[in-house]
Nanobody
Framework: QVQLVESGGGLVQAGGSLRLSCTAS????????MGWFRQAPGKGREFVAAIGWSGGSTRYADSVKGRFTISRDNGKNTVYLQMNSLKPEDTAVYYCNTPRYWGKGTLVTVSS
């Protein structure tokens, strides 16, 4: 049974930073790409960032490029999302993803 557990969400002022973590269990973590998605109130789920199995390749949505950084520690079965210069429009539930599996999400609220 694959499980993804996100943490690190919370309330932050605009311009602030947060680091999200997602810890995986139930599969060989280092064999798979990982990603972060988000869903704002009243909107659909959208892609945020992804990282290859070795961490050597990353990809970002245009809306977060230059502000967010995805990374992974295969020894800890954990993927991170460092979020800087946060904006109110970043407010959303953030979900961790690996092929065919999703976490339950962690809420990020950015106040103006």
């Amino acid at each position: 049974q694959v499980q993804l557990v996100e943490s690190g969400g919370g309330l932050v002022q605009a311009g602030g930073s947060l680091r999200l973590s997602c810890t995986a269990s139930g599969r060989t973590f280092s064999n798979y790409a990982m990603g972060w998605f988000r869903q704002a109130p009243g909107k659909g789920r959208e892609f945020v960032a992804a990282i290859g199995w070795s961490g050597g390749s990353t990809r970002y949505a245009d809306s977060v490029k230059g502000r967010f950084t995805i990374s992974r520690d295969n020894g800890k079965n954990t993927v991170y999302l460092q979020m800087n210069s946060l904006k109110p429009e970043d407010t959303a539930v953030y979900y961790c993803n690996t092929p065919r599996y999703w976490g339950k999400g962690t809420l990020v609220t950015v106040s103006s």
